[in-house]
Structure formats: C-alpha cells, structure tokens
C-alpha cells in the first residue's frame, strides 16, 4: 500500500516559482513512476509531468514545458515539481499519483493518490 502526500502549495504572483513535495510510503515506491496532475475549477483532472523509476521525465502538458521540472530523492521518500515563471492559468489543485508502473503511460493515470495541493497564481 503507497501513501502520497502533497506539500509546497500557496499563493504566488505571476512570474513566480514554488516547488511542490509529495512525499511517497511505501516500501518500494522508487520502483514506480510518479506523476503530478492538476485540476483547475470547473475542468477535468490533466497529467502534467511524470517522473519514472529510472528518473526519467515525461510531459504531459506542452505549456510547462521550459518552466515546470520533475525530480526525484530516493533518501527522502519524495518526488518534486519545480515550478518556474508561474502563470494564471496555471491554477489549480495538484495532485500526485502513481499507476504502479516503472515507465511513464502514455496517457496519464494513476491508480493511488495524494490528497492535493491548492496553487494560486494570482497579483
């Protein structure tokens, strides 16, 4: 059983950066992809980028591309979004997950969840 929780959320201006934590349990968690995901008011939930077992990365989303990282420390349980030069639209509840796969899907799905962090981009 994998536990995931989110930390880091807040409100940030435009042009700002946050890096969001979610710290994974779970005895053999570093054998799986982890994802983070957003889901903005009134839309559906979207994959925005994933970090595999072997750390490699997979973007979901085309507009974070150049501003949004993904990294991962085995020593401290926890996966990492570096977000850069945020944006308004890039408000939302962002969650990270995991589909207990070792390589990144395709498509973006998760079978085990955090509970979410609110970001706020906003002047």
């Not at 994974?24 to 889901?39: D, E, L």
């Not at 995991?98 to 969840?113: E, I, K, N, Q």
Request: hydrophobic share 30%; charged share 15%.
């Amino acid at each position: 059983q994998l536990q995931l929780v989110e930390s880091g959320g807040g409100l940030v201006q435009p042009g700002g950066s946050l890096r969001l934590s979610c710290r994974v349990s779970g005895h053999t968690w570093y054998y799986y992809a982890i994802g983070w995901f957003r889901q903005a008011p009134g839309k559906e939930r979207e994959g925005v980028l994933c970090s595999s077992s072997s750390g490699g990365s997979t973007y979901y989303e085309d507009s974070v591309k150049g501003r949004f990282t993904i990294s991962r420390n085995s020593a401290e349980n926890s996966v990492y979004l570096q977000m850069n030069n945020l944006k308004p639209e890039d408000t939302a509840v962002y969650y990270c997950g995991t589909d207990l796969r070792a390589d990144c899907s395709s498509t973006p799905y998760a079978v085990y969840w955090g509970q979410g962090a609110q970001v706020t981009v906003s002047s």
